[in-house]
């Protein structure tokens, strides 16, 4: 059977006038699901009854159930979600002063294995559906009975490899009649997959792109992320370039730092070089211990001078607050430990 929620409304409205039903019946059904947040086809009382049995017999609504919630005690907390077929999936709410974000999956495991991913270990089973990462939103929102204002899409899985599905999830959670989430609150990951960035920059949704970049020169990066054997950093550059061009957004460049391996001096000195004069952010992470992880965390002083280095040669650079640590915040560990 379909999900209703893998329809954004443009396709609901043409799935309608195809079952023979008027156009607006989509806008109603938008407004049951992501404003009301109604968990069954019964509740749409101002459906007829006979359209509302055509619905259950056509169409699942995939409302999740929570197979593991952990808890940190910075208000971080982690779900492990049942998505209806034997597998899992893991949803991060994080607590920030301008809001409830929640750090979304995107595919059931991971093709790119990052060498510093918990989800490396995790063999790669399917694409989620636009409704399965829509979802995710609706039921952490369920849990804590409050909206979520931000979202990002860091959890498992690489976004753009999920394209198609991912853009219309967004288009969902962007959708006045839908969640009505900003398109400049959510927040697009990618580990560098070149050809689907110069897509994104194409679709007129203003939302902001992070590049997974952690590390200055390709010989380190590669050793990091395979990905980066297919599309070289300075192919991923030029590739942000024409983001930045086309959608006049500033682009996030997120940098793991890990212990005696990109953390110095001179990775803070090429980092400025290859940042140079684009508008951009650096995120400084200081990169979570995995179990049988390679890399381990960088010294707090070494952050700090890092930091400070770039601030000093013009490039903008925060250091994300270490959420979730003592939860196994790092992706893919919540579910890994459950298998
Ligand atoms: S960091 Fe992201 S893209 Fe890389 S393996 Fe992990 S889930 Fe996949």
Redesign the pocket.
Known sequence: MKNIKDYDLKDLELEFENMGEKKYRAGQIFHWLYVEKVKSFDEMTNLSIELREKLKKNYTMCNYNILRKQESSDGTKKYLFDVLDGNAIETVLMQYHHGKTVCVSTQIG?????K?????GIQFIRNLSAGEIVEQILAVEQDIGENISNIVY?????PLDNYDNVIKSIRIMNNQKGLNIGARHISV???GLVPKIYDLAQENIPCTLSI?LHATTDEQRSKM?P?NNAYNISQLLQACKDYIKTTNRRISFEYALAKDNNDNLEDAKRLVKLLKGMLCHVNLIPINKIENGTFTKSTNENIIKFRDYLNDNGIVATIRRELGSDIDAA??QLRRKNL
Do not use: H, L, P, Y
Request: aromatic letters at 4%; glycine letters at 18%.
């Open positions: 991971c093709k790119m294995g990052c510093f991913c918990a989800s490396t860091m959890g498992i899985g690489e990951s990618t580990s997974s992320m990905v992706c893919g």
